[in-house]
């Protein structure tokens, strides 16, 4: 019975402590800000991702560091609010001093996570996304597409729904009526 209420008690200050951490943390960041920073985040993201996997890409067939290129210049305004964004929510919680290094922890451990590639799309793919990212520089659409390309699997939402559209389904062979 001791052991148990030491197992209770230890997990409680566990909880407790990270319930504190957490509280702490989020009175830094404004309430209608978080879901800016979350979003900021995943933009980053996105954008270290489609940087590093068109480097890891570039000496094969599918090299799309054209397309990476382009996706740059069509979204650069909203690369670069995801970035401000970013570093002002690192600031907020760090200072001045300690957002710079904050932030260059988080970007590379972004590069790092992506460096032997994408968990689940190849380079044909990537660069089919980053070539349709391109082609349009709204802010929603970018969204989406950081929400939907940076999780563990694929995911079948707003952004991947379109591309799906356009591919043919297999002909299905006629259905003969039975001849008795």
């Not at 002002?88 to 260059?104: N, P, T």
């Not at 996304?129 to 694929?154: C, G, I, Y």
């Amino acid at each position: 019975m001791i052991a148990k209420t030491r197992l209770s008690h230890k997990a409680f200050s566990t909880i407790l402590g990270t319930g504190v951490a957490f509280a702490m943390t989020a009175s830094a960041i404004p309430a209608s800000a978080e879901p800016l920073a979350v979003e900021a985040e995943s933009i980053r993201k996105l954008d270290i991702m489609l940087m590093v996997t068109s480097l890891r890409c570039r000496m094969g067939e599918h090299d799309f560091q054209s397309e990476y290129r382009r996706f740059s210049a069509a979204h650069l305004a909203n690369l670069n609010k995801a970035g401000r964004t970013m570093r002002s929510q690192m600031h907020a919680r760090y200072g001045r001093k300690g957002s710079k290094r904050a932030l260059d922890r988080v970007s590379v451990q972004m590069a790092n996570a992506y460096g032997n590639g994408h968990p689940w799309m190849n380079c044909r793919e990537l660069k089919q996304v980053t070539h349709e990212l391109s082609q349009t520089s709204d802010p929603a659409r970018l969204s989406v597409a950081a929400r939907e390309l940076l999780a563990d699997r694929p995911t079948r939402g707003a952004f991947m729904a379109p591309r799906e559209a356009a591919v043919p389904a297999p002909a299905q062979p006629p259905i003969l009526a039975s001849t008795r």
